[in-house]
């Protein structure tokens, strides 16, 4: 009865910047750890970032000084900044979440995904 909602995808040019937003909605009591996720064509997903309910973060190394995940706990959501946005950030980016329903107890849900493209 939770779902994770993605937005703010698209296509930039080499440098530019894009704000991806993951919102939950359903019957959310509490939401644990949060987290970006991206795979490209023919490649392993990966993390690239996560954060933890009291913001500690952590980063890949190949996003690390120019990405920026961050939450609104009282809105349920979180964002995902990527600046000086590189052709090897072009991958489908999904997020994910531990969430604790109102009813049982924590569950892992992940978003649809939504494709960011860089390319000149």
């Known amino acids: 009865q939770v779902q994770l909602v993605e937005s703010g995808g698209g296509s930039v040019q080499p440098g530019g910047s894009l704000r991806l937003s993951c919102a939950a909605s359903?019957?959310?009591?509490?939401?644990?750890?949060m987290g970006w996720y991206r795979q490209a064509p023919g490649k392993e997903r990966i993390l690239v970032a996560g954060?933890?309910?009291?913001?500690?973060?952590t980063y890949a190394d190949s996003v690390r000084g120019r990405f920026a995940i961050s939450r609104d706990n009282a809105k349920n959501t979180g964002f995902l900044q990527m600046n000086n946005l590189k052709p090897e950030d072009t991958a489908v980016y999904y997020c994910?979440?531990?969430?604790?329903?109102?009813?049982?107890?924590?569950?892992?849900?992940w978003g649809q995904g939504t494709q960011v493209t860089v390319s000149s």
């Open positions: 994910t979440a531990d969430v604790q329903d109102t009813n049982t107890g924590i569950r892992n849900y």
């Open positions: 954060i933890t309910r009291d913001g500690f973060t």
């Open positions: 359903g019957s959310v009591f509490s939401i644990n750890n």
